[in-house]
């Protein structure tokens, strides 16, 4: 509710700073505020009806992903989405979904949000479940033919769930975290 409330400030606050003289901007509709006003939680509230595997992927990602990723995920260090299991406690530790994410909720979510880096928003709900699925399946977490849906995906155990300690403020310890994952 609060999210939905500070968009719609937020939105309402760019269209009235319009400029007259140029024409500039326009009311958000409600189009607008809906496309930015989604939340998925680690346990998977908030999920989209759809479907998709890694062998459905595979295409997807090698046309919309791959070229800034890499053939196989393992892109450039920075863009590495697969790789660095053990790596965390050394000098050189490698962050990759499979070495670091505690959530693969998080995955859908961010590909939903913000890829293809060029065009968020491009891809259908299948195919971002598919491309999760892919990237999933690469870091050993999930099987080629598994099905990742809305019931699926939050059911997935990260390699690097418990890997993070307790935050001790109110506000984001274990009741709260226990209330974001509902």
Known sequence: MCRTLLCALLLTAI???QSPKYKLGRPATPADTSAVDS?????????????????????IYER???????????????????GGQGTLATPKPLKTVGSYWPYATTLF???HRAMPFDNPGLLT??????VAALILHWNGIIGEHDVMDAATLAKVKMPNRDGFTADPRPDTGPTARKEARK
């Not at 919309?64 to 697969?82: F, I, M, S, T, Y």
Request: glycine share 18%; with cysteine.
């Open 64 to 82: 919309r992903c791959a070229r800034c990723h890499g053939p196989d995920g393992k892109g450039k260090e920075e863009a590495a989405l697969v």
């Open 109 to 111: 979510d961010y590909i």
């Open 15 to 17: 269209a009235a700073a």
């Open 39 to 59: 939340f998925v939680s680690p346990g998977g509230k908030g999920l989209p009806p759809g479907r998709g595997s890694a062998s459905e992927g595979r295409a």
């Open 125 to 130: 709900r299948d195919q971002e479940y598919a």
